[in-house]
């Protein structure tokens, strides 16, 4: 029983961070806002109560950096998504805030574990893919680095889908995240916006000149939800505005009155399903057109925001560049330029050259596919239903656009054809990516390789027209999230043996790890670290699988996106040849063999059936082996269901070897090698996408590739194609035993049949013989714990460059040209913001040395050396950021 509700009195002051004040606003929220009391408070309602108390924290924060931006007067990125994976929010903030030691105090206190508390909570529904997962650590890094910037997305209802596997197959449930309420967000119902579909467009003579009008059938409203996105010790704490879908009248009396209850509720239907489903299926044209509503809806309302906010300032329209830049994050946003460029123009009563000059001069565009075959392209048929104005003026930028065009290369048709804005043959659609191009100031590739394939292959007759809008700025991932609190074993070690914690916020510091590499003591605390995070894992797999594994085997891991260019049908191909081969082996022989756990986790698109077979391949694959009971612990195969960001925090810092063997040229970057990498990883890859730029870091002989070249992927394909390549017979006898029914009684031939007869797209068949080779390998290196664990702290070390702290200063310095904006609080704990702060001698010695140091004393430190500017501070809090 919890005595703690009578003896704890009730704040009435803004939070402190304390132990007993963060008790006191935990029954706070307990009993005012949850309405409970000590006998009817479970786990999940104290998990609400203290996201509500951390909260708290944040919102107070949040204002007064909001305030702050706007009395300065700075220049804003608004970051446009149209999926942020960000996972769980209680952890991030808390770490966030410098305050897991005095958090966790509390709750134990009132008869809690924090840990415990972490797990209530759902991963937010709000992203699916790597493109999701970049932006929430983008948004991250903005906020540590002080950058003054607002994330902007829409309020999924559902996820994706939450995955079950059911005798080997996928099936796809409703992701309805948001079940148990969302506590981190703030309902913003004095934000709202109209936005229209549909109708018909007329000329016009306004004031004795054309102009288009645009007569809209259907007007829904969009509401704002705001989370707020808290900085890594610092003060500063951004918005991520989300939007939700509302109808414009909630329903029809008259039908109402009539008796027609359905019908009159029919608006609240279809106005919910565009902010109903994160990527609602598209194989259809209902399907579609939902999606590109769901795409403009987002950005209308962004767009709408931006602009009353712009004119707080009391500029002309055309200063509009100056106080604001766009960000978007691939083509899904690219309307918002349109949507601008019509307001400016049927609103604002602005020509078209200046409205055309200020997009240009506001947007830019990450690309984030390798083919053009994949980007982005809407028909003009459904453009011209949903969007008739904004269709108007596609074509009229395109007319200007073909003139350029024209100019540059006077009588070059194909050059025409090939860059219009417009696809003519064989349908006609929108090029979004070309479009995307045309209207941005700035258009940059994710990695190395792929800002190259931008230049040369993708977008060569753009390079050669406007060479300086290409830039190339490699991705990264958030250390905090994905090292110091997903392993903290690890980030403990780390900043022992830096004798600093500051690498969390200059990751370069890492490399300091590669002269220690060979310290025996190091390698023996960094190979126990590594067991008992496999210890973790392997306990969750027993509690989700019911299957034991053995930490001391090699954990060898792929966890992505099910896709066949991902390739997780060639590794599920080598653990059945590597079945195969044990089994053939006497008593004396697998003595001698490395022991592995191959661990998979990943959706396969609910429409995707090829996909979906190789899922149901791989667990048909692991019941077999994983019931032999001659091969025991030998090789074990798992599949984790339902992918997501925690899952992740628990598989990578336990994985010994992580695979991203994606056929050269297909994948942009792969940021999910970055964050195995910094946990110690050893990489197994293709040079594709971020391995070319992860090999050179950690140094080639750190990583083990293998397979096609880039370069070399046309002519093994046309070889392929052709009947002129030779087929390993170790790789066609694996697909025999599939067909003979080894492994289940599933159909598999679509699958096998996308592998054979000239259809292997991807190369498997072709890389497979260097793929056993490279394994081969693996298994001698992992039996010589000494250079295996070297190997690990240097991939480790090598990490630095990866960090989105670093993506996101080449953002502010090379695209969005702004600076960090430090709005002035009570807390920072960094070495560097230690000394800012006057904090010298012993404190920071006690920082330095890992020890932590009490944020309250920090905070009154500051005050006493006169570095936090209370009175500013007092007069911002009494302030109501009224349009924020």
Request: net charge neutral; aromatic share 10%; hydrophobic share 40%.
């Amino acid at each position: 029983m919890h005595h703690w509700l009578r003896h704890i009195s009730l704040p009435s002051y803004s939070p402190d961070t304390d132990v007993k004040s963060i008790e006191k606003f935990f029954v706070h929220h307990v009993e005012y806002t949850l309405a409970r009391y000590r006998g009817n408070i479970n786990q999940m309602g104290a998990y609400r109560a203290l996201a509500m108390s951390v909260r708290d924290r944040l919102i107070e924060r949040w204002k007064d950096t909001q305030l702050y931006f706007k009395k300065n007067g700075v220049k804003r990125v608004a970051y446009l998504s149209m999926e942020y994976l960000i996972g769980r929010s209680l952890q991030n903030a808390i770490v966030n805030l410098g305050l897991e030691e005095n958090f966790s105090a509390a709750m134990k206190n009132l008869g809690y574990v924090l840990e415990d508390l972490y797990e209530q909570e759902a991963d937010a529904g709000l992203g699916y893919s790597g493109l999701g997962r970049l932006a929430a650590c983008f948004m991250d890094s903005m906020a540590t680095m002080d950058y003054p910037a607002w994330g902007y997305g829409l309020r999924y209802k559902y996820g994706m889908f939450y995955q079950k596997i059911k005798n080997g197959c996928q099936f796809e449930y409703p992701d309805y995240w948001l079940e148990n309420g969302n506590p981190w967000e703030v309902e913003r119902l004095d934000i709202m916006y109209p936005i229209h579909f549909y109708g018909t467009c007329k000329m016009e003579m306004v004031d004795g000149k054309p102009h288009m009008a645009w007569y809209p059938q259907q007007k829904i409203l969009a509401v704002a939800y705001d989370t707020p996105i808290p900085g890594y010790l610092t003060y500063n704490t951004l918005n991520l505005r989300l939007w939700s879908a509302q109808p414009s009248k909630e329903f029809d009396l008259d039908q109402f009155n009539s008796g027609d209850l359905y019908s009159s509720l029919g608006d609240r239907s279809h106005a919910e399903r565009i902010t109903a489903v994160l990527y609602p299926n598209d194989s259809s044209f209902e399907g579609k057109e939902l999606r590109l509503k769901q795409q403009y809806f987002m950005v209308s309302a962004t767009v709408q925001d931006l602009l009353r906010r712009f004119r707080e300032s009391k500029r002309q329209l055309t200063d509009f560049p100056e106080l604001v830049c766009v960000q978007m994050n691939d083509s899904h946003p690219t309307l918002a330029a349109i949507e601008l460029l019509r307001i400016l123009i049927d609103v604002e009563g602005m020509s078209y050259d200046e409205s055309y000059k200020v997009i240009c001069k506001s947007f830019s565009f990450t690309n984030h596919v390798v083919a053009r075959s994949n980007l982005e392209k809407w028909s003009i048929e459904l453009m011209e239903k949903v969007l008739p104005r904004h269709m108007h003026l596609i074509y009229e930028i395109n007319h200007h656009f073909l003139q350029q065009v024209e100019k540059k290369w006077p009588n070059d048709q194909g050059k025409l054809t090939h860059m219009s804005i417009i696809e003519e043959s064989p349908e006609r659609y929108v090029r979004m990516a070309n479009l995307a191009i045309v209207i941005c100031h700035s258009v940059n590739g994710v990695t190395e390789i792929h800002s190259e394939m931008m230049r040369t292959e993708v977008f060569p007759d753009f390079f050669k027209l406007w060479p300086e809008r290409f830039l190339s700025i490699t991705n990264g991932v958030t250390p905090r999230r994905w090292m110091l609190e997903a392993n903290r074993e690890m980030s403990d070690l780390i900043t022992k043996w830096l004798r600093t914690p500051s690498w969390t916020l200059n990751l370069d510091l890492l490399s300091d790890l590669a002269r220690q590499s060979d310290v025996g003591s190091l390698q023996k605390q960094w190979s126990l670290a590594k067991h008992i995070n496999k210890e973790r894992l392997a306990g969750y797999i027993e509690k989700t699988l019911g299957l034991k594994v053995s930490p001391e085997s090699l954990f060898d891991v792929q966890i992505k996106r099910v896709h066949q260019y991902k390739r997780q049908l060639l590794n599920i191909i080598y653990v059945i040849h590597r079945y195969t081969t044990i089994k053939s082996m006497t008593i004396e022989e697998r003595r001698k063999v490395t022991p592995r756990v191959v661990i998979f986790a990943g959706k396969a698109a609910a429409n995707y059936a090829i996909a979906k077979s190789i899922i149901q391949l791989i667990n048909n694959v692991s019941v077999v082996i994983n019931n032999d009971k001659n091969i025991g612990d030998l090789l074990k195969v798992v599949f984790l269901p339902n992918y997501c960001v925690s899952l992740a925090e628990i598989i990578i810092p336990a994985a010994d070897l992580s695979q991203h063997i994606s056929t050269a040229g297909t994948e942009a970057c792969g940021t999910s090698a970055m964050k195995f990498a910094m946990n110690g990883s050893i990489i197994l890859g293709t040079m594709d996408g971020s391995i070319v730029e992860l090999s050179k870091e950690i140094g080639e002989t750190n990583v083990f590739t293998f397979g096609t070249r880039a370069y070399d992927v046309p002519s093994r394909r046309s070889a392929v194609r052709n009947g002129e390549w030779g087929v390993d017979s170790r790789f066609e006898a694996v697909l025999s035993v599939i067909e003979r029914g080894d492994f289940g009684s599933h159909d598999f031939a679509p699958l096998l049949n996308s592998l054979r007869y000239g259809n292997d797209y991807y190369l498997l068949s072709v890389d497979f013989p260097a793929y056993v080779e490279v394994q081969d390998n693996i298994d001698a290196a992992y039996k010589i714990p000494n250079l295996w664990n070297k190997k690990s702290i240097l991939s480790t070390a090598g990490s630095g460059k990866f960090s989105s702290d670093r993506s996101i200063k080449q953002y502010a310095n090379q695209i969005w040209k702004i600076k960090p904006a430090r709005r002035s609080g009570p807390i920072s704990v960094s070495a560097e913001r230690l000394s800012s702060l006057g904090v010298i001698g012993e404190n920071v010695g006690n920082m330095v040395s890992g020890s932590p140091i009490n944020v309250v004393s920090l905070e009154r430190l500051a005050r006493e050396r006169g570095n936090n500017d209370n009175s500013h501070s007092a007069s911002l809090r009494s302030q109501r950021p009224l349009g924020e």
